[in-house]
């Protein structure tokens, strides 16, 4: 058992490995090296990981830049194979298309967003709302959520927090793997807000979602648990 368990082993390529360091402190100069089979392994910024990259910062800039890019590049699909005449078509395929991309793993990454960033990816929206509605860079509308709010999108900010909401509501009722400690909770439905030195930890996952959750009105459906089988 011993020999099949070793030869079924997976072993790693050293030269096509490498390092990364995952610190919002500054790196004064202490330099680590890692290696594989006696080969060093490069030193890397960033990483990405089933589809979202990780900065060695801890922070979101390379991954909304790539979300917007990814973005744009279908927003000109869209704009080149569906015309103008053909509205409805547009919407389903920025539902189906476009929006999927500006959402992808939005939980990892929404609480730490910036202002600035959160921005450049509620843009790519606004963008899809002139092309639905066929309206030119050129022409003047009175404010720029204007075509959204004619189409009665939600923001993406709005989504994100619903979805982060709801993975926190499968949480709550134990309908993941990940669930949350007992020790964490007020009473059956509120959670104690943890005291943070951090905006990292502040706005990290369980915490900025605790918020939401505890805001929640009674009776909100997310507050209902799962129906019991009979």
Known sequence: ???KACADTMEFNALKCEHVKFSRKRQRGIVNDYQLHQICLP??????YLGVKLENSLRWNENTSFITGKASSRFGC??????????????????????????YCSTVWDGNLTTTRA????????RAARLVNNIKR??????TTAPIGDLEWE????????????????????????SIT????????QYFIPHCNTKLHQ?????????????LPIGSPLLEGPPVAG
């Open 43 to 48: 030193k890397s910024t960033g990483v990405k």
């Open 182 to 189: 007992d020790q964490s909770r007020k009473h059956q439905l």
């Open 203 to 215: 706005n990290s996952f369980f915490v900025s979602t605790a918020e939401l959750w505890n805001a």
């Open 78 to 103: 869209i704009w080149k194979t569906i015309p103008s005449s053909l509205p409805h078509l547009r919407d389903r395929a920025n539902k189906y298309l476009f929006r999927p991309v500006t959402e």
């Open 119 to 126: 921005n450049s990816i509620e843009a790519t929206q606004r």
């Open 138 to 143: 050129t022409d003047h509308v009175t404010s």
């Open 155 to 178: 923001t993406l900010k709005t989504r994100r927090e619903k979805r982060r909401l709801g993975l926190f509501r499968a949480m709550h009722f134990d309908e993941v793997a990940v």
């Open 1 to 3: 058992m011993v020999k």
